[in-house]
């Protein structure tokens, strides 16, 4: 069956099937069977628009993942930060979203007693200068100055910890900084926890739900009345009509929109129309105390971030607590090989060591150990651009409605994920 993989946990309620099991189908079922909503990809946002689409009576719901389980790709594979959202300007939508779906989150992690904790985040200018970041140190104090305004601008709570302040703390034990912001709305989260509390909700609205399940071809149809969708799970296929799809499929969100664009008879249409996401890897490390040493781990209190690379295509190797109290830092940026190259063999620990020590001198490189990675899907190749979410009905140009894409969707997208569906809706 294409749910064993949750049947052992005893946290997940029953799942139900409308397709029994794809080689038990009948063609004369499969040619009937139809659904209202069609999501593609099981990560963080699939869910949470399976979730909301769910609660609209009258309306069927099927969510497919081409993965034994959830949320296994850049859902699961990243720091577990709730963010704040003063980072990105002000008109875009990773703003918007972040900014209303951090109290969306906190809200829903409170009422479902899920896993987190509002622990606060300091960003810093290191007092050293290092090489590798990208402006002065004169220019980082302007940038924490910039990032403060643009914080008032939107609403963010931010302020500058005074020297006084600074001194008091627990942290300016073991950091060397020349100044610092504070964000006492960012926090932390147990990514598994919250997703499987959406996936919960959509079951007991009705959602329909198969792992291990693909999507290998969309057919538009004639006069928008849909699409016909080709599903293929442990060898076998089937294929279903869907009135509108979501495209939320994440590191293979441009594959999806691509079984429609490459269609297009014109091959200027479909050159217009391609979607192509570029994968860049973020690595961690977590910290392993040396008794020889200063335990770090227990004088911060908070999240710590450097000043962001200026083009915001990375954050900074941050440091970050975990709900069930690990340290870790990360992520660098590389370009990925691929979409599925996880490994963390590569990983140099004395990469990490230079930013870090900026900003925690006493870090050692006996104190990293390689841990995790995740892949971002990023909307340009160039490493010195960042770009907006795409959430657009992309064809609609071309008269084909009912075709929702959610492609480029990297962080802030965990905070977002409660705001999207409501973006989403009103495009439906």
């Known amino acids: 069956m294409v749910f064993r993989s949750f049947l052992s946990n005893p946290k997940v309620l029953p799942l139900r099937s ?5 080689s038990s189908v009948s063609k004369s079922e499969s040619e009937s069977l139809s659904v209202d909503h069609l999501i593609v990809g099981a990560g963080v946002i699939g869910l949470a628009v399976a979730r909301a689409l769910s609660q609209h009576q009258n309306r069927s ?5 081409k993965n034994p389980s959830f949320g296994q790709e850049t859902s699961s594979r990243n720091s577990g930060v709730i963010h704040a959202g003063m980072y990105y300007p002000e008109n875009f939508l990773k703003s918007k979203l972040c900014i ?22 300091w960003i810093v200018a290191p007092a050293k200068q290092g090489s590798s970041l990208p402006t002065t140190l004169t220019n980082e104090n302007e940038y924490l100055n910039s990032l403060y305004l643009r914080a008032k601008r939107l609403g963010v709570p931010l302020e ?3 020297n006084k302040e600074y001194q008091l703390s627990e942290m300016s034990k073991v950091l060397s900084v020349d100044s610092v912001l504070d964000s006492p709305t960012t926090g932390i989260l147990s990514q598994h926890d919250y997703m499987l509390s959406l996936l919960q909700d959509a079951q007991v609205n009705g959602l329909e739900y198969f792992s291990n399940t693909a999507v290998t071809d ?5 006069n928008n009345t849909g699409f016909q969708v ?3 799970s442990n060898n076998n296929t089937l294929d279903i009509h869907a009135q509108t799809i979501l495209n939320c499929a994440g590191l293979h969100s441009d594959k999806v929109s691509n079984m429609i664009s490459d269609k297009f008879e014109s091959e200027e249409l479909v050159s217009q129309y391609k979607k192509k996401l570029h994968f860049f890897k973020g690595s961690y490390c977590s910290y392993l105390p040396d008794p020889s040493t200063i335990n770090v781990a227990k004088h911060i209190t908070k999240l710590v971030y450097p000043i962001p690379h200026k083009h915001l295509n990375s954050l900074g190797i941050h440091l970050t607590k975990t709900v069930d109290n690990r340290t870790i ?8 090989n691929s979409n599925t190259d996880y490994s963390v063999a590569d990983l140099r620990p004395a990469t990490f060591l230079n930013d870090i020590n900026l900003y925690l001198p006493t870090i050692k490189i006996e104190n990293l150990v390689p841990d995790y990675s995740g892949i971002r899907p990023k909307l340009s190749s160039d490493e010195k651009q960042y770009s907006d979410f795409i959430i657009e009905k992309t064809f609609s140009a071309v008269g084909i409605s009912g075709f929702i894409n959610l492609i480029g969707i990297e962080s802030p997208g965990l905070t977002s994920s409660l705001a999207i569906p409501k973006y989403v809706d009103n495009l439906i």
């Open 18 to 22: 409308v397709i029994r099991c794809f």
């Open 61 to 65: 719901v099927m969510l497919v993942e």
């Open 100 to 121: 209303e779906g951090r109290n969306l989150l906190y809200d829903y992690l409170k009422v479902k007693d899920i896993p987190h904790k509002r622990i606060g985040k």
């Open 160 to 162: 500058f910890v005074s």
């Open 218 to 222: 969309i057919l538009p149809l004639k």
């Open 230 to 232: 080709t599903l293929s």
């Open 329 to 336: 830092f990360g992520p660098d940026l590389s370009r990925a």
